[in-house]
């Protein structure tokens, strides 16, 4: 290979030409010699594409930009969005990426490759966490065996960086074998813990939990190297208590076109479905939505609530569906992987997130309204502090929080009004287009390789 390296700075290409600068046509007179002389094997190509075509033919270990990450998470890695779009981003761009994660459903403990990721599942996740004591032992134990487990594969792998992502804040230092061996953490803010834990088990903003947990969050924050925020209000309280603004950033849930991209819909049977997908709490409004359905069902007869998800409260959900009568129309559905709920979502008719503002819901981000919007599906939304941030009348219905009168109003509104749907469905697209994964997928890229490079120029 011959390599010519040269700038458009240096060739004559005006009318007036500058001493150090040579004609096009010496530069058109060498690439035509090249070609004549070399008829049989010559190509001409950008140093960027010869990269490329080396990595792609070169064998994984002999390159030395593949990155070495592992991601922890107290979570199911087939169900969780935000885990699964930074995993399967950064083994597609050709990183080795290890995921330390829960099993779920009748999924086996053990290792499975899924699109090129490593998903070592250590411990199965029972959504039935009614008591503290109950949801703390089941943390502490996955925080003790993930410690292991990641101590042991660093001592072989050698990671460059540990994407570690919460709840539990202290999961943060299941990476401290690996850090003070050289590699970088990361600290993911899904929740903040200290609200959800007082929306969770209804306890005091001052209680000694809450300000334990705060404490926590402090300690965390300060012994990784760079925290991400799920959301711009949380990022702004974190600043204010915990975490400096220059070591922190702001990663939405966006939407990874990946796994929502838009789909066809298959389903032609004149039902009208509501869906909500999510978990099971206190703070997600459910049973405020279940009570509004009642209402709509009796003005739009063909209409399904259809709720996929699980937790804590479902016998509760189960309970008020039984006694309002709705039994042959408000169904319940478990968790399905984001694949399959894709699907589920692309074939619903419209969205509802019915978070309660007076609680954790307020203020946390739901992934599911830009879910809805990449497929189509109108958003039926209880205005909270957060949704009111992202987004507007003109994208989504807004009923007032806690409000079962206004959510039934709106609900029937966007189900009579077909011109309403319509507008809804398509600024709802561009809103989802212009907020999606594949625009801040290079700014997590730059994340990761900034923090990877410290660890290599060490």
Known sequence: ????????????????????????????EFLRYAQEKYERVYGSTLPRDIGRFHRSGAPR?????????????????????????????LAKRGDHVDVIALAGGTVSLGTEVISGVTVHRIQRRDRNEKGKWTYAWRL??????????????????????????????????????PKYAGAKLILD???????????????????????????IEKKATAFVDHVIVSNDLWHEKLIARAVPKEKSSVFLNNVDPAIFYRRQRTRNDGKFIVLFPGSFQWHQGIDLAIEAFAAVKAKVPTAEFHIYGGGPEKSKLVQLTERLGLTESVRFFEFLPLDQMADVIANSDLGIVPKRGNSFGNEAYSTKIMEFMSQGVPVVLSRTRIDSFYFDDSIVQFFASGDVESMTDAMIRVIQDRKLRESLINNAYEYADRNSWALREKDYFDLVDSLSFEVHRK
Do not use: W
């Open 1 to 28: 290979m011959a390599l010519l390296n040269t700038s458009p700075d240096s060739i004559y290409f005006q009318v007036v030409r500058a001493r150090d600068e040579f004609l096009i046509s010496r530069y058109e």
């Open 61 to 89: 270990s002999s390159s030395n930009s593949r990155k070495k990450i592992c991601m922890l998470s107290y979570s199911i890695y087939e169900h969780d969005n935000r885990v699964r779009r930074y995993a399967e981003a």
């Open 140 to 177: 502490i134990r996955f925080f003790l065996y993930s410690s292991l487990v990641l101590a042991r594969r660093h001592q072989r792998i050698r990671y460059d960086l540990i994407h570690i992502h919460n709840p539990p804040d202290f999961l943060a230092f299941a990476g401290i074998y």
């Open 189 to 215: 803010i899904h929740d903040i813990v200290p609200e959800l834990f007082a929306s969770k088990f209804n306890a005091m903003k001052n209680n000694l939990y809450v300000r334990l947990l705060k404490a």
